[in-house]
């Protein structure tokens, strides 16, 4: 525990903590624990990113007004329900997010009524879903699916769990053309590969629109088609600071290894340049492969046109937007409001 801590509650995550009833499985547990803490909470990557996410929201606070801000401390607690005891010298803990997570507000039966989601989509701060767009894409956070994005009673919204697949490639609920964006519109079993045509493994060939309200965090949603390269207030100028200042300043002063300093850098470049939409693009046509270790950190070289080795780094198809749906409770009679496509499964 800190004097922060106790001033604003924070989760240390600490590894999944597989547990077995029954007799006899204390020491299996034990282990599995002990395994766990050496892989994950003390793994040096983490730890980095970690350190280049804060100094990010150092240097561009509007970030930090959606993002569930890292800390890196010691650390001593006790695993609740388990009783170890934690004692690290330097650990990753969040800032603690308030609000609801989008699976728990739209997806299955909610105990939320109609009327408070509807009125509560209604209110989602179209800035922050920008802002939390351009985050995605600047560290190219590879794992933002609706748990990892909170909203409050106020329409803000929160992102947790920004060290899972950052820096490697962009998969997000808020980036048009990912396969996080995708499974939204066809579902888990409608998932196909977009080269092949080929269902994926998971897949179980039957298209849904259950997931449909959650494409309001679509960030096209909330662009204005007259200034298509304009940025939130806030975001283009430390955006600009850090493209004028060079990836070696960005190596030096972050602590990032050389080929993420210059990505990072020319990331930050194209974005203040071309706008969110058109970095996008030009992002999606370069592929990760060949994953190596630069100075304790798995990096990926990149090549353009090159066929990716996984699903979740493909490009997908151009969607149109849904901004709004009518029909929202309904399992498979979910319909985009105005009726601006006509959707039929085939096309696909």
Request: glycine share 6%; charged share 25%; aromatic share 10%.
């Amino acid at each position: 525990m800190t004097d922060r801590t106790k001033a604003k509650p924070k989760i240390v995550k600490i590894g999944g903590l597989a547990a077995k009833a029954g007799k006899g499985q204390d020491r299996w547990a034990r282990n599995e624990y002990n395994k766990k803490i050496n892989r994950t909470v003390e793994k040096a990557f983490d730890l980095l990113i970690a350190k280049w996410l804060r100094r990010l929201i150092r240097d561009c606070p509007v970030f930090g007004d959606v993002v569930a801000k890292p800390f890196i401390e010691e650390i001593k607690a006790v695993v609740p329900n388990w009783g170890f005891k934690l004692d690290l010298m330097e650990a990753v803990s969040h800032e603690y997010a308030t609000g609801l997570s989008l699976s728990n507000i739209f997806a299955g039966p909610s105990k939320i009524p109609l009327k408070e989601r509807q009125a509560l989509l209604n209110r989602v701060n179209g800035t922050q879903v920008t802002i939390a767009a351009v985050f995605d894409l600047l560290t190219m956070q590879g794992d933002r699916h609706d748990e990892n994005v909170y909203i409050k009673p106020n329409g803000n919204i929160q992102l947790i769990d920004n060290l899972d697949h950052a820096f490697v490639y962009p998969n997000s609920i808020f980036l048009p053309q990912t396969f996080l964006h995708e499974r939204l519109y066809v579902s888990n079993g409608g998932m196909r590969n977009p080269r092949t045509k080929r269902k994926a493994s998971f897949a179980n060939g039957k298209y849904s629109r259950r997931e449909w309200p959650k494409l309001r965090f679509d960030m096209r949603c909330y662009e204005d088609p007259s200034r298509p390269k304009r940025l939130p207030r806030g975001v283009f100028p430390c955006l600009d600071r850090i493209a004028k200042k060079g990836w070696q300043w960005v190596a030096d002063s972050y602590g990032m290894p050389e080929m993420i300093a210059k990505m990072f850098t020319e990331r930050a470049k194209i974005i203040t340049q071309q706008g969110v939409r058109k970095a996008l693009g030009l992002i999606l046509r370069n592929k990760p492969h060949s994953p190596k270790t630069v100075d304790g950190a798995v990096v990926h070289e990149y090549s353009t046109g090159r066929k990716p080795y996984l699903l979740q780094h493909e490009t997908f198809p151009p969607r149109p937007t849904c901004c709004d749906v009518v029909n929202m409770d309904s399992r498979e009679d979910v319909q985009c409001h105005p009726e601006l496509f006509m959707w039929e499964w085939k096309n696909l």
